[in-house]
């Protein structure tokens, strides 16, 4: 018995590292054309992982539905972008991401996370 | 976003959106758009669908467009900024009321439940009866749950499968793991021997009426943050006086155009931005500027929207509207501002990327060492262990601690009239060692003027005839001066020919067949000018911080002019403060040693570099970078830009209108080098403020963790109950905004 719930322990913390920090996310939108949907609600950004082609512009349109004000600031902090999210009101993002590299967005507090993979063209 | 459709159009095309509500097809969008285009003086039209939204730009008035829309069979409304932004209070407000009613119901029930089981008013578990009664109480604890805390559970699920975690994933399951092992006992109370049959079932619902006190109190802390933001939202008056078809008439503030001319009267808003045409004033500009005199306005002068008109009774023309006015502008780069983050808060984002997990993780080693070694009963350590260590961590206050900072620190530059682009200008203005000082129009007024004349074989009419002749091709400052003077004399100018410029040295033109040459010492000597005999008078001249400047006519010397721009009133005060906060002062100047050192023995400068010509100061600026000084420089933007963006922060000085100077990290809407002063002490309050808060998130959570992992224990014989947990990391972040409002009371 006490062993079983040892090797459950151990075999939870192994499963936390492997989900949290191992395993690479699949589902990514890749951005091409139209405006890529990102859906703002309860800590997390959905899509959170976006593919888009450097050097053309880019319409992020963020549909915030989280009215708590954690949700209302999406950062990209090393593009120097950042927005004010209206509640329920799709809020469109475009720029042009000129040079290929993995940036994070965020909110204020970095609690939403999210994921602007720019690819080479 | 629409701008760049714009850009060639005049600036009476004013954009408009609307909002019509009842479009249902993308047929519909088609039938509004042409609608739209359709009304006469519109020149664009663009229908949103997903947004239910029409962009119009024209020259038209709203009701117009929405009667349009009304006759094709829509609901068309006027969308405006304002709106926007008391809707967003009033959303607010919900969510605080609707917070403290979770707060109550929760915190209700969860004493209910507390106060049963502490004066054991139900029945044991062993008896049927109070099976059934602990079930209810059960049920009751799942209530709360859901209706306090089910937002923890779906933004834990919805995080969990995007393998994410946060704040909720910790409440969640830390509630949950109380809930589930509680239920389980009420239903098999022999699974566990009777020592550990003990339930969680109060702690649960107080944690969750704790947590969303905290976030209640956080949200009405954080209210007070944007306080400087509201204020210059405040600050745009609703209404002008247009002067239209020989009468004045009050209009909405959207519907002024460009162009058109606006009555002011005494202790009126001024509601756009413009040029004076008729009468003249006081202008109370502290509002944008930070400056607290008013400025004197007399026709052809410009004001601003939203300062305030003190004295007397003026007419304007409006040249900026609606998002162009300097006001919008400064409320668009302070939104922004806030919202950037420096350096130093990025170590906080990657510690709170990895937070939560590490947490679960401790959990679990916690929950594994109490079950092994711990004493009896276990199960009852182990679950208080784990559940404290669950619910104390908050990842929110580590978050919060530099936005929530930069956010008040942003916004109390603004209040000084100090516009700061990047959070990053934020934090290393308060780390420069060396501040460069560009002379004219920064610690000088930028104004000069004539102030001494020597002429040598001609009268000094005709040198100052001649001089300004030449100089009325010029756009130097110093040209100004001299052609400014000859119109004072009431002397006429003299036409000259093939004038031409040689920077940073003088001009060469030609008058009456012959050459004349203008400039300093250096460029005399280059075209083997003899000067012999104003050798000593130019010293002089110099000596006193007079700018010389020689004038050959023909050939041989003709005089000299002496220009001196007249240093401003409150620079030496602003450099003593600088220097008083152990930065390094240098000025830099195009003039000549002597003048340059008379002027830096005045405003008391640590030192000076003179005669460098414009293109040469950003190299002068990475020279001291590559000392290792950490540079900042301050010039008046047009030709300072190179050093402004080569230098470690760029300060523009603005003119209070003039506020899109690119090339600047910080903007200085006050002529006055107090500016630099004060933003040297804003950032370094709010980096101060900033480490405060990252200390005291970072120094809660590794003590608090331990704590709840029960490592005193073997001490001192403590555990933490959940809901003190509960209670501190509710605090947590309350502490934190808390600590960032301690910032609004800052005087640098
Ligand atoms: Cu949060």
């Known amino acids: 018995m006490s062993i079983l719930i040892n090797i459950l322990g151990l075999a939870l913390t192994a499963f936390i590292v492997w989900w949290f920090w191992i395993y690479k996310s699949g589902a990514a939108a890749h951005a091409e054309g139209d405006a890529v949907s990102i859906v703002v609600d309860s800590g997390v950004y959905e899509p959170s992982v976006i593919h888009a082609p450097a050097g053309e512009p880019l319409t992020l349109r963020f549909i915030r539905k989280d009215s708590s004000p954690c949700a209302e600031k999406v950062i990209f902090n090393d593009l120097d972008i950042s927005a004010d999210l209206p509640v329920g009101e799709p809020y469109d993002l475009s720029f042009t991401p000129e040079k290929p590299g993995e940036y994070e967005f965020t909110c204020q507090m970095a609690m939403y996370r999210g994921k602007l993979i720019v690819e080479p063209e | 976003m629409a701008k760049a459709t714009e850009s060639t159009k005049p600036k009476s095309q004013k954009t408009q959106r609307l909002h019509v509500s009842d479009m249902s097809c993308a047929g519909c969008v088609e039938t509004v758009e042409k609608t739209l285009k359709s009304v006469s003086g519109v020149n664009d039209a663009r229908v949103n669908f997903a947004e239910r939204t029409a962009t119009v730009t024209g020259d038209v008035s709203p009701d117009t467009l929405v009667d349009a829309v009304g006759n094709a069979g829509y609901t068309a409304s006027v969308m405006d900024g304002d709106i926007a932004e008391s809707e967003k209070e009033n959303m607010e407000l919900g969510h605080y009321k609707a917070l403290l009613k979770k707060t109550v119901v929760s915190g209700v029930i969860g004493l209910i439940i507390f106060l049963v089981s502490m004066l054991n008013l139900l029945p044991p578990l062993e008896a049927l009866s109070g099976q059934v009664s602990w079930g209810v109480v059960s049920i009751l604890t799942l209530f709360v749950l859901t209706y306090g805390g089910g937002r923890f559970f779906t933004g834990a699920w919805k995080s969990f499968k995007n393998h994410n975690a946060n704040m909720d994933t910790l409440i969640a399951i830390g509630t949950g793991v109380a809930w589930v092992y509680s239920t389980f006992i009420v239903i098999f109370p022999y699974s566990v021997s009777e020592i550990a049959r003990h339930m969680y079932f109060e702690t649960a619902a107080i944690i969750i009426a704790f947590i969303n006190l905290g976030s209640a109190l956080e949200m009405r802390a954080r209210g007070k943050t944007s306080q400087a933001i509201k204020r210059l939202i405040g600050l745009q008056p609703k209404t002008a006086r247009v002067v239209r078809g020989g009468s004045e008439v009050d209009i ?497």
């Open chain 2, 252 to 748: 909405p503030i959207e519907e002024v155009e460009f162009g058109d001319i606006v009555r002011v009267r005494p202790g009126e808003k001024i509601p756009v931005d413009g040029e004076l045409t008729e009468g003249s004033s006081h202008v109370d500009e502290s509002m944008l500027t930070g400056e607290p005199m008013p400025v004197e306005k007399k026709t052809g002068d410009e004001v601003a929207g939203g300062t305030i008109n003190k004295s007397g009774s003026f007419l304007f023309r409006a040249t900026r509207i609606g998002k162009d006015t300097a006001l919008a502008q400064i409320i668009d780069m302070v939104r922004k501002a806030q919202n950037t983050k420096p350096a130093i808060g990025r170590l906080a984002d990657r510690v709170s990327g990895i937070f939560v997990p590490t947490v679960l993780i401790t959990a679990v080693v916690t929950m594994l060492i109490w079950f092994n070694f711990g004493p009896a009963p276990r199960i009852t350590y182990m679950l208080v262990t784990t559940m404290a260590v669950l619910i104390i961590a908050c990842p929110c206050a580590l978050g919060l601690a530099t936005p929530i900072s930069v956010m008040v620190g942003v916004g109390k530059a603004a209040e000084y009239g100090v516009l700061i682009r990047r959070g990053d200008a934020l934090q290393q203005a308060g780390q420069l060692t060396t501040i460069v000082l560009d002379k004219t129009g920064t610690i000088t007024e930028g104004k000069p003027e004539l102030t001494a004349l020597d002429a040598e074989g001609i009268t000094e009419e005709e040198l100052l005839g001649i001089s300004a002749g030449v100089e009325a091709n010029s756009e130097h400052p110093l040209a100004e001066a001299v052609v400014e003077a000859a119109r004072k004399r009431g002397i006429e100018l003299k036409t000259v020919e093939s004038f031409g410029a040689v920077s940073g040295h003088g001009v060469r033109a030609v008058y009456g067949g012959s050459e004349v040459l203008m400039g300093n010492r250096k460029f005399m000597l280059d075209n083997k000018i003899d000067i012999e005999t104003a050798v000593s008078k130019s010293e002089e001249l110099s000596e006193s911080g007079q700018t010389v400047i020689f004038v050959a006519l023909g050939g041989s010397l003709a005089g000299v002019l002496g220009i001196s721009d007249p240093v401003k009133a409150d620079s030496r005060e602003a450099i003593k403060r600088l220097q008083a906060d152990g930065i390094r002062v240098i000025m830099l100047t195009g003039d000549n040693r002597v003048t340059a050192g008379a002027v830096a023995k005045q405003v008391g400068v640590d030192d000076f570099i003179a005669e460098v010509l414009p293109e040469d100061k950003a190299q002068e600026v990475s020279k001291l970078q590559r000392k290792g000084e950490k540079v900042g420089m301050v010039g008046d933007g047009i030709n300072d830009a190179p050093a402004l963006a080569g230098a470690d922060v760029g300060f523009a000085i603005g003119t209070g209108t003039d506020v899109a100077i690119e090339s600047a990290d910080i903007t200085l809407m006050r002529g006055s080098l107090h500016g630099v002063a004060d933003a040297v002490g804003i950032s370094k309050a709010t980096l101060r403020n900033i480490k405060e808060n990252l200390i005291g998130a970072f120094g809660y959570n590794t003590l608090a963790i331990p704590v709840a992992a029960g490592i005193l224990f073997p001490f001192i014989g403590i555990l933490l109950n959940p809901v003190i947990a509960g209670a501190a990391m509710a605090l947590s972040s309350v502490t934190v905004v808390t600590n960032a409002n301690r910032l609004r009371w800052f005087k640098p």
